[in-house]
């Protein structure tokens, strides 16, 4: 898949919000389950056409996807050898990079639209979606929902 490193995309809002702290763990009811279920297919299916669309920004600048996956990694780990870049892949990958901050910052107001019109709160989203990474009974819930 493509960026799999990047997940700038990411269907758990809550790492488009900043957040990396984990909430305390608090009950969620069935009606939170539900709303939260049916954002994040919706959310699903926008992350896919995010990815199109990105595939597609990759390939109008003229780079194929491997070697802008490569090139990206690089330079978002600086522990990894550094890729070697010639002045015309820098370009091709800054100019990917502007779109792609462009393309990020309407996809997250798409979201928090999304997430509003579900009835949760922004914060009450994070939550659950933080608590879906340790609670295992929490994510039983929601995967039988998103079955159902």
Do not use: C, W
């Not at 600048?61 to 490569?70: C, D, K, L, P, V």
């Not at 070697?84 to 100019?95: C, L, R, V």
């Amino acid at each position: 898949m493509i960026l799999r490193k990047m997940k700038i995309f990411s269907l758990l809002f809550f790492m488009m919000l900043g957040t990396s702290t984990l909430m305390a763990q608090t009950n969620v009811t069935d009606q939170e389950i539900a709303q939260f279920a049916v954002t994040f297919q919706k959310m699903r299916m926008i992350n896919q056409e995010a990815q199109k669309d990105l595939s597609e920004l990759i390939t109008k600048e003229g780079m194929e996807i491997a070697r802008f996956n490569t090139i990206h990694q690089a330079q978002m780990n600086p522990e990894a050898k550094a890729a070697d870049i010639s002045p015309e892949e820098k370009k091709q990958y800054d100019a990917i990079i502007a779109q792609l901050n462009e393309m990020q910052a309407g996809f997250r107001q798409e979201m928090e639209s999304m997430i509003k019109e579900s009835g949760l709160s922004l914060e009450r989203y994070e939550e659950i979606a933080n608590q879906l990474q340790t609670d295992a009974q929490l994510q039983e819930r929601v995967r039988q929902e998103l079955t159902n």
